[in-house]
């Protein structure tokens, strides 16, 4: 069985890739918090035991070579993706195609594959980042060669790190992240509810004004898909009308991995 591994910054996804006849969206997808692979904890454990038992191993990595160095040994089943200049007839628009990261390559080419259509790629992890994909006509799935580019995006805090920023950074907002989603109702009226208001509207606002930028250039209406540990909380601070259009994917770092392990079979 072939194994996908998601790194990212803060956490580690990986899932069984299913077999040829089933559908992408089967992944059955572990978490575990990278500070666990780094210390080898229980959660850990299974994921060695599946990296022992794999027949091949798809990996996504922009965690670093501290995430690899806790891999017990690197041998030939390993297929680190890294981002090329043309993929799955989707083509990176990016003057060093290798320096974009693997995730969001890997997220564009799942959303290309699944639906053949623009779109806005969010991912609201660490980091969030926001995607343009650019499909010049919608095409049917057999002819997709080479139809569509990621024409660029965009790479700001994600909510943890703007959050942390401010309580590092600023002697009197040393206050611990919310338990809960405080809300962005009316105006805040202490200090911790501000900072959450502040972070949360700026990262919504993002979303809204790249999702903008997009329409501008298209003719037709882009899709929205988001992605990543703090997508479901930000696509509800946007905007009505884009927040019902929002598609809320749980992880398609995992399934354009999926993508690029069923093309080799072909
Ligand atoms: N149960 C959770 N554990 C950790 N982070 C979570 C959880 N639920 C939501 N998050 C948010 O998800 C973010 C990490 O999302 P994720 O997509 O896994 O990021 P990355 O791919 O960068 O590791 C964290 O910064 C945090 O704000
Ligand atoms: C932008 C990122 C830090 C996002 O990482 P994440 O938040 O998913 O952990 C990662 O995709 C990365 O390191 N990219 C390389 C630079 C680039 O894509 O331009």
């Not at 195609?97 to 799942?110: I, M, V």
């Not at 809204?208 to 909380?233: E, I, K, N, T, W």
Request: net charge negative.
């Amino acid at each position: 069985m072939k194994l996908l591994i998601d790194a990212g910054n803060s956490r580690t996804k990986w899932a069984w890739c299913p077999e040829q006849s089933s559908q992408p969206t089967a992944l059955q997808i572990n978490t575990l918090d990278n500070q666990d692979w780094f210390e080898g904890t229980a959660q850990a454990q299974a994921l060695h035991a599946a990296i022992a038992k794999a027949s091949r191993i798809y990996l996504s990595n922009v965690a670093g070579e501290r995430w690899l160095q806790a891999l017990p040994e690197r041998d030939q089943r390993l297929q680190a993706i890294v981002a090329t200049s043309l993929s799955l007839g989707l083509q990176n628009s990016y003057s060093q195609p290798a320096q974009l990261g693997s995730d969001r390559w890997c997220s564009l080419l799942a959303v290309w594959r699944s639906e053949g259509k623009s779109a806005l790629v969010v991912s609201a992890g660490t980091a969030m980042t926001m995607d343009a994909l650019l499909v010049k006509q919608e095409v049917k799935q057999e002819l997709k060669q080479a139809q569509a580019m990621f024409a660029g995006g965009s790479i700001q805090p994600g909510l943890r790190l703007m959050w942390q920023s401010l309580q590092q950074g600023a002697a009197q907002l040393d206050y611990a992240y919310p338990d809960l989603d405080a809300g962005t109702d009316g105006f805040a009226q202490n200090s911790q509810h501000a900072m959450w208001v502040g972070c949360v509207q700026a990262l919504a606002a993002s979303v809204a004004a790249q999702y903008a930028r997009l329409c501008q250039q298209l003719d037709h209406v882009p899709l929205l898909f988001m992605s990543g540990g703090d997508a479901d909380l930000i696509a509800r601070y946007l905007p009505h009308a884009l927040s019902a259009q929002a598609i809320i994917v749980d992880n398609l770092v995992l399934k354009g991995l999926a993508c690029l392990a069923k093309c080799s079979d072909e």
